[in-house]
């Protein structure tokens, strides 16, 4: 044989098992993503860790505690932030894994993990629905049903909370979010729908937004047979989750149908936070950087630019030009987050429109403490007063 017929077969042989081993970890992921989450020993040691109390993380930091804009940032956040070594290279290392299909499953994989890891356990649902809902594409949108138990009193059916996950439209999934939901749905005392929608860069915008109208467009016919609501439906929403929730109150208005009840927005993407002093002062460091956000607007919006939003794009719900007739609306930003400002500012608008808004700022926080419920106590009290809050505005 000769060398070249040798090389080739060697090349061919070494592909076959790239092609092999790429092939069982796909098997893998796809084995454990149809699992329930249960923690490693490795990850119960981790959340055991985090934790200890708040003494300990104050007394092992590495800098003196972190005091911005009138803030002063969790111990904990801070240790983790410590931690987490340097942005620029975490970034460079996670557009690596993000360039492949294989790649964006198994760092989506992870994201629910961790996420799951540290939310909140509560107490369990009376009952829970895994679901489909047939998209405007004729696509199936997996959603996920959550009936919490009802102690009180009430004779009438459940109010209901369709609601959009988190993670800049790139990250997150129902069963990301599932402790989180619960958590909601205990507290406020709600129907939740849990909205699995389409990600970017496969699926870039508008297709999580179109997916969250058609997902609330089935509630108001649907959720009768589950004891909800049909006429009091809300829409809430996390981070990029927040900007779908607001885009299906736009989408509703413009048609000239009635909107959700009310909208719960976590630290939710409003418009483009470039100019504002929190991306200045936040941007490394805290989580959700600025070089982070700016890839992942290449990602979700390829062939769009928030700079040149109209108002019919709802790609910038900040800049429209009347809000008046939204719904009463929770606005919930964190301190120490680049989209604090941006909230702001949404939060300001709706005000000025006459819209019944509530603005908090957990000045102590950044973004996605929502996920971080099970270790950090102002990040749980953030995300039960807000839920208790909404329970009672769907109910005046």
């Given amino acids: 044989m000769s060398l070249r017929k040798k090389i080739g077969l060697a090349i061919a042989l070494l592909m076959g098992m790239v092609l092999v081993v790429v092939f069982a970890f796909n098997l893998w992921l796809n084995h454990q993503k149809s699992k329930p989450f249960k923690a490693t020993e490795d990850e119960l040691a981790q959340l055991e860790f985090y934790k200890q109390p708040e003494s300990w993380f104050l007394n092992n930091l590495k ?51 961790e996420w799951n890891l540290y939310s909140k356990i509560s107490p369990p649902m009376k009952v829970t629905f895994d679901l489909e809902v047939l998209g405007r594409h004729g696509l199936d949108i997996p959603i996920r049903l959550y009936v919490p138990k009802d102690d009180t009193d009430q004779k009438e059916n459940l109010p209901v909370l369709v609601y959009a996950h988190g993670g800049g439209l790139l990250f997150g999934s129902v069963k990301a979010m599932d402790r989180v939901v619960q958590h909601i749905a205990n507290e406020a005392n709600v129907m939740v729908i849990s909205v699995d929608y389409r990600l970017a860069p496969e699926h870039p915008y508008p297709s999580a937004s179109d997916d969250g109208e058609d997902v609330f467009l089935w509630a108001k016919n649907n959720v009768k047979k589950y004891g909800g609501n049909p006429k009091n439906i809300a829409f ?9 929730a607001i885009n299906v109150a736009q989408r509703q208005l413009d048609q000239m149908k009635p909107p959700p009840t009310a909208l719960l927005l976590y630290y939710p993407a409003t418009g483009l936070p470039i100019n504002d002093p929190s991306y200045t002062l936040f941007g490394k460091g805290y989580g959700l950087d600025a070089n982070f956000f700016e890839y992942l607007l290449t990602q979700v919006f390829p062939d769009q630019s928030l700079e040149t939003a109209t108002p019919d794009d709802y790609m910038s719900p900040v800049q429209s030009e009347d809000l008046s007739n939204m719904p009463p609306t929770i606005v919930v930003t964190a301190g120490f987050d680049i989209l604090r400002d941006s909230g702001k500012r ?20 950044t973004h996605n403490f929502l996920q971080l419920s099970a270790i950090i106590e102002d990040a749980d009290k953030a995300t039960t007063e807000t839920a208790q809050l909404l329970g009672r505005m769907v109910r005046e």
């Fill in 346 to 365: 949404f939060a300001d608008k709706l005000k000025a429109d006459s819209v019944a808004v509530t603005y908090f700022n957990y000045a102590s926080l």
């Fill in 63 to 113: 800098e003196p505690r972190i005091v911005l804009d009138g803030q002063q940032l969790d111990p904990k956040f801070q240790y983790i932030f410590e931690e987490a070594g340097d942005s620029d290279e975490n970034l460079k290392m996670m557009k690596l894994i993000f360039s492949t299909p294989l790649g964006r499953k198994y760092a989506r994989h992870m994201v629910d993990r």
């Fill in 236 to 244: 809430g929403g996390d981070s990029g989750g927040g900007l779908v």
